[in-house]
T-cell receptor, first 114, second 114 residues
Framework: KNQVEQSPQSLIILEGKNCTLQCNYTVSPFSNLRWYKQDTGRGPVSLTIMTFSENTKSNGRYTATLDADTKQSSLHITASQLSDSASYICVVSLNAGNNRKLIWGLGTSLAVNP | ETGVTQSPTHLIKTRGQQVTLRCSSQSGHNTVSWYQQALGQGPQFIFQYYREEENGRGNFPPRFSGLQFPNYSSELNVNALELDDSALYLC?????????????FGQGTRLTVV
């Protein structure tokens, strides 16, 4: 069964601290993996997208890693800011021929406190 | 800003009514996907349109229908609204029949059915 699991479910950190969010997937055939940031009631915003051959990708203070062998990904946030408070969703694209499908994780809810 | 615009941003409808949600895709994109996101849940794929044709559908009843116009903007129509249809409806645009690659999301339409 194609699934994406994220941990932790929620996380509270202090402003300025770093954190790492985890994503494990069982999706085949794999096309790409992406991390989205979603503020409450808003549409998801893409942070990174990685294909099979990419191990790491950065976007400012966000760094995503991908281990295609173990089917694990992480999102590392450096020097967190209050505006980082949001849900972070790991999404894996299933290569289903002409109609690629997205398999969504349930997200990690991050709260950054002053 | 992703260049994907949805309207309206908020909407309140009565059970049994019909609703039309609109999405303007990002310039250069010819594929639009629609998602339903209930509170605290991940987005659920409704359907996708590629060059004015439906190109994939999720597990939603026929009262959820759509349309894509020659300019690649799109509409989502929901008939006979039910209370459980209350959700955030997201539109994502992308390039090519691959659908989900590099998808950019709009800000969403919050539908409340009373």
């Amino acid at each position: 069964k194609n699934q994406v699991e994220q941990s932790p479910q929620s996380l509270i950190i202090l402003e300025g601290k770093n954190c790492t969010l985890q994503c494990n997937y069982t999706v085949s055939p794999f096309s790409n993996l992406r991390w989205y940031k979603q503020d409450t009631g808003r549409g998801p915003v893409s942070l990174t997208i990685m294909t099979f051959s990419e191990n790491t990708k950065s976007n400012g203070r966000y760094t995503a890693t991908l281990d295609a062998d173990t089917k694990q990904s992480s999102l590392h946030i450096t020097a967190s800011q209050l505006s980082d408070s949001a849900s972070y969703i790991c999404v894996v694209s299933l290569n289903a021929g002409n109609n690629r499908k997205l398999i969504w994780g349930l997200g990690t809810s991050l709260a950054v406190n002053p | 800003e992703t260049g994907v615009t949805q309207s309206p941003t908020h909407l309140i409808k009565t059970r049994g009514q019909q609703v039309t949600l609109r999405c303007s895709s990002q310039s250069g994109h010819n594929t639009v996907s629609w998602y339903q996101q209930a509170l605290g849940q991940g987005p659920q794929f409704i359907f996708q349109y590629y060059r004015e044709e439906e190109n994939g559908r999720g597990n939603f009843p026929p009262r959820f229908s759509g349309l894509q116009f020659p300019n690649y903007s799109s509409e989502l129509n929901v008939n006979a609204l039910e209370l459980d249809d209350s959700a955030l409806y997201l539109c994502a645009s992308s390039l090519g029949g691959r659908g989900q690659m590099d998808a950019f999301f709009g800000q969403g339409t919050r539908l409340t059915v009373v």
